[in-house]
C-alpha cells in the first residue's frame, strides 16, 4: 500500500513543464496578429526544449534561451542569444522568443503565442 500511494504522489506532480522537457517541434506557420497575416514555413526550423533551456533554428543561424512555467498554460522565455553563421532571411525577424507567452498542446501540436506572433508547431 504504500508504495502505490508514493506513486500516486509522484505521477500527480507531473506538470507541463515536464511535458515540455525532451520535446523537438517543427515550426509549421506563424501569424501575425497585429495584421493577421500568416506565413506559411517552408524551411525545416525547429524548438527543443531541455529541463529549463530551449534552443531553436533561424535558418542557418541557431538561438537559445531558458523558459520557467508560469503555470499551466503561461511561459515565461528569456532569449540568451543567436549565432551569426550567416543572414537567415525576411521569415527570421519574425522568430523571437523574450517574455512571457501562452502556451498550448494539444493532438502532437504546440502553439507559443506572444505579444507580437502565434508560433504553430507539429511534434516530431
Known amino acids: 500500500p504504500l508504495i502505490i500511494f508514493l506513486l ?17 517541434w517543427r515550426l509549421v506557420s506563424i501569424e501575425i496578429l497585429k495584421s493577421h497575416e500568416i506565413v506559411i514555413v517552408q524551411k525545416n526550423l ?24 508560469i503555470n499551466k498554460n503561461t511561459v515565461s522565455m528569456c532569449g540568451g542569444g543567436c549565432t551569426r553563421l550567416c543572414c ?9 522568443f523574450n517574455g512571457e507567452a501562452t502556451i498550448r498542446i494539444q493532438w502532437g501540436e504546440m502553439t507559443i503565442r506572444t505579444s507580437k506572433h502565434e508560433y504553430r508547431y507539429r511534434r516530431y
Not at 8 to 24: H, K, N, P, V, W
Not at 49 to 69: A, L, M, Q
Not at 88 to 96: F, N, S, V
Open 46 to 69: 525547429h524548438i527543443r526544449f531541455y529541463d529549463t533551456k530551449f534552443s531553436y533554428k533561424r535558418g542557418v543561424n541557431s538561438c537559445f534561451g531558458r523558459y520557467e512555467i
Open 88 to 96: 537567415d532571411g525576411e521569415i527570421a525577424k519574425l522568430i523571437q
Open 8 to 24: 500516486c504522489i509522484q505521477m500527480a506532480g507531473f506538470s507541463q513543464e515536464d511535458y515540455l522537457t525532451g520535446t523537438r
